[in-house]
Antibody
């Protein structure tokens, strides 16, 4: 059974960098699939942030591209998100998921982690 | 970027009734790479349908998807109490950005 688990600070100050990690179990990232980040502001819809392949190939949402970096660590079977210069508008539940790019849907999701941007 | 518009915003129905949810794309979705997700409060989205009409593993057959091009539909043949939730469509064609619809809430009438 594929499982994903997000981790990272729940509170980030404005203008700082949000950093999250997604640990994957039950499947080796090196075996394939893209791995992505999606966020959901409180009471709102879903927004794709970006995705990465085990080779390091990345795709980013153009609306966030200038602030986003997604990286992968195959030795630890995990991938990470960095979002710089955050504002209150970046407050959201952040999900990691398998799939998305490469003509595959998001078939496995983490439970999500709430990140609040506030001083 | 493909914009997905879901309608209605809210659907008020009773258990046992049929639910029909619409997802319209601003341009044709390549190879019908259209998925539907169910989200309950406090939970992550769950994949229901992919490829416009294929049910994901473990999804009951009361859920069905149809459509192609720019018009897609999710049908729940007979609503069970656990089906009251928010439903999102998403296109995952070969060219990002990936986009989601704004969601349809199915609530108990």
């Amino acid at each position: 059974q594929v499982q994903l688990q997000e981790s990272g600070p729940g509170l980030v100050k404005p203008s700082e960098t949000l950093s999250l990690t997604c640990a994957v179990s039950g499947y080796s990232i090196s075996s394939g699939y893209y791995w992505g980040w999606i966020r959901q502001p409180p009471g709102k819809g879903l927004e794709w942030i970006g995705s990465i392949y085990h080779s390091g190939s990345t795709y980013y949402n153009p609306s966030l591209k200038s602030r986003v970096t997604i990286s992968v660590d195959t030795s630890k079977n995990q991938f990470s998100l960095k979002l710089s210069s955050v504002t209150a508008a970046d407050t959201a539940v952040y999900y990691c998921a398998r799939g998305g790019v490469g003509a595959t849907p998001f078939d496995y999701w983490g439970q999500g982690t709430l990140v609040t941007v506030s001083s | 970027e493909i914009v997905l518009t879901q309608s209605p915003g809210t659907l008020s129905l009773s258990p046992g009734e049929r639910a029909t949810l619409s997802c319209r794309a601003s341009q044709s979705v390549i190879s019908s790479y259209l998925a539907w997700y169910q989200q309950k409060p406090g939970q992550a989205p769950r994949l229901l349908i992919y490829g416009a009409s294929s049910r994901a593993t473990g999804i009951p057959d009361r859920f069905s998807g149809s459509g192609s091009g720019t018009d897609f539909t999710l049908t729940i043949s007979r609503l069970e109490p656990e089906d009251f939730a928010v439903y999102y469509c998403q296109q995952y064609g070969s060219s990002p950005p990936l986009t989601f619809g704004g969601g349809t809430k199915v609530e108990i009438k």
